[in-house]
């Protein structure tokens, strides 16, 4: 099996890795694989962002329990610190950890994450422990709207302040005929309503439903007026994306900054340009090791003096591998210029493992469904003109991912009770024994 080690870099800020302004530079443009990057944002990382192995190929393995151990430099040798239990959904994304301290059991902090229907995640909530209760600490949360069709027209931004759920950013999108966004307008909150903030038109996306960007022209609100600021431009060529950002300046378009990600199978790398004297110019790169597994072994920060690529800082992660290829233990260590040998940091050792497939299926269509009355109020009527005689696994869901109805069937006519869910939309989805699937919107009244 395959496996694919990421997510680890998240450790310079919770280990107090110095981040300098330069390697806070870039700005969170996603490139498709953004495994090396993270560790130049500056992005109020948490300490459950390093817990997870997210371990990818033909097949990922993710562990349901690891023992953490920190650095002890007193005593020259490892500690046991915090015992962390994973949970995951049906495709393997996390959906939380608990946190103990190893000494006593007692509960420390518990993370926990929601999904939409399509992967993107929307909750983002940290908790500790009170005295028998978990409280919320910290969160970010992406609720979106919708119009009387179901399809999505904007999200409203939360963050957990003063013990409520509280508005920051509102976008409201403008929707062509296959319902994908093409323009978006971005408001704050002022505590008691909307204020113009931003506008972003012409998008185009590689993949609306992962929220890939291709391009886009932003204008800030500004006396009563949009005005141009900023346009994001992206490429690929094979294994190489590219990122280009250009301000408005002097009434035209003007080249500011590069991003450039490329990989092999043995390394992935960023380099950051900018656009000085007519040309581009070396800034920053990022360059990850990859072992034989699939799995990065380790990131290099190097910054351009002029004449060539200076490392300052560099990251090692120590795998060990059972015989299934799962990760059983990670050893976190970090060395810049002023260290002779690096200094290990942090370990990690994983176990209970649960294996995922990330093979995609040639998916074929259940023709013939008939799913009335849509909009749906009581109950809901499917009947499926199948000549093959089958069984049926029906499962509604929100359009937060969240499954409020789940069944199995051997018949063809089937009934679902509705009158418990919320007014909304839905997705419904029907699997049969064959693999056929078929998904439409259901509204409930």
Same mark, same amino acid.
């Given at each position: 099996m395959k496996t694919r080690f990421t997510c680890i870099f998240f450790m310079?800020?919770?280990?107090?890795?110095?981040?300098?302004?330069?390697?806070?530079?870039?700005?969170?443009?996603?490139?498709?694989?953004?495994?090396?990057?993270?560790?130049?944002?500056?992005?109020?990382?948490?300490?459950?962002?390093?817990?997870?192995?997210?371990?990818?190929g033909d097949q990922f393995s993710v562990p349901g329990f690891s023992q953490d151990f920190s650095w002890d430099e007193e005593s020259d040798g490892w500690m046991h610190v915090t015992n962390t239990t994973y949970s995951y959904n049906d495709v393997g994304a996390p959906t939380g950890e608990v946190i103990q301290d190893a000494g006593t059991d007692l509960y420390l902090f518990r993370n926990s994450y929601d999904y939409d229907y399509f992967g993107n995640i929307t909750e983002d909530i940290a908790y500790?422990?009170?005295?028998?209760?978990?409280?919320?600490?910290?969160?970010?949360?992406?609720?979106?709207?919708?119009?009387?069709?179901?399809?999505?027209?904007?999200?409203?931004?939360?963050?957990?302040?003063n013990i409520e759920w509280v508005n920051k950013t509102k976008d409201v999108y403008t929707l062509n005929a296959q319902n994908v966004p093409t323009e978006m307008e971005t408001y704050t909150w002022n505590g008691t309503g909307w204020d113009a903030y931003s506008k972003t038109t012409g998008m185009n996306w590689t993949n609306w439903n992962t929220r890939e960007l291709e391009f886009y022209t932003l204008q800030l609100w500004k006396e009563g007026a949009w005005e141009n600021t900023e346009r994001f431009s992206s490429s690929r060529n094979g294994n190489t994306f590219t990122d280009v950002i250009q301000l408005w300046k002097n009434n035209e378009w003007v080249n500011e900054k590069r991003e450039t990600y490329t990989s092999t199978d043995t390394e992935e790398q960023i380099t950051l340009e900018l656009w000085r004297q007519e040309e581009w110019q070396k800034k920053e790169k990022?360059?990850?090791?990859?072992?034989?597994?699939?799995?990065?072994?380790?990131?290099?920060?190097?910054?351009?003096?002029?004449?060539?690529?200076?490392?300052?800082?560099?990251?090692?992660?120590?795998?060990?591998?059972?015989?299934?290829? $799962? *990760?059983?233990?990670?050893?976190?260590?970090?060395?810049?210029?002023?260290?002779?040998? %690096?200094? &290990?940091? =942090?370990?990690?050792?994983?176990?209970?493992?649960?294996?995922?497939?990330? $093979? *995609?299926?040639?998916?074929?269509?259940?023709?013939?469904?008939?799913?009335?009355?849509? %909009?749906? &109020?009581? =109950?809901?009527?499917?009947?499926?003109?199948?000549?093959?005689?089958?069984?049926?696994?029906?499962?509604?869901?929100?359009?937060t991912g969240q499954k409020v109805f789940s069944g199995t069937f051997s018949t063809p006519t089937i009934s679902v009770n509705t009158g418990y869910f919320t007014t909304g939309t839905y997705v419904l989805n029907i699997l049969n024994k064959d693999g056929r699937v078929y998904n439409t919107k259901l509204m409930k009244q």
């Open positions: 310079l800020v919770l280990f107090g890795i110095g981040v300098n302004a330069k390697q806070k530079s870039l700005e969170g443009r996603k490139l498709p694989r953004l495994n090396i990057k993270s560790i130049a944002l500056d992005n109020g990382t948490k300490i459950k962002e390093l817990r997870h192995l997210t371990l990818t500790t422990r009170g005295v028998d209760e978990w409280i919320i600490s910290a969160g970010e949360k992406s609720v979106y709207t919708v119009n009387g069709n179901g399809d999505i027209t904007g999200v409203i931004h939360q963050t957990w302040e990022y360059l990850a090791s990859i072992d034989g597994r699939g799995n990065q072994t380790g990131v290099v920060y190097s910054s351009w003096d002029g004449t060539e690529w200076y490392a300052e800082m560099e990251l090692f992660f120590d795998l060990t591998y059972n015989e299934s290829d $799962d *990760v059983t233990q990670m050893v976190f260590r970090y060395r810049d210029p002023s260290m002779e040998e %690096p200094a &290990n940091i =942090s370990k990690f050792l994983y176990s209970s493992f649960l294996h995922f497939t990330t $093979d *995609v299926p040639v998916v074929e269509l259940l023709d013939n469904v008939q799913v009335f009355p849509n %909009p749906v &109020n009581n =109950s809901l009527n499917i009947h499926i003109d199948d000549s093959q005689l089958s069984t049926y696994e029906v499962n509604i869901l929100s359009l």
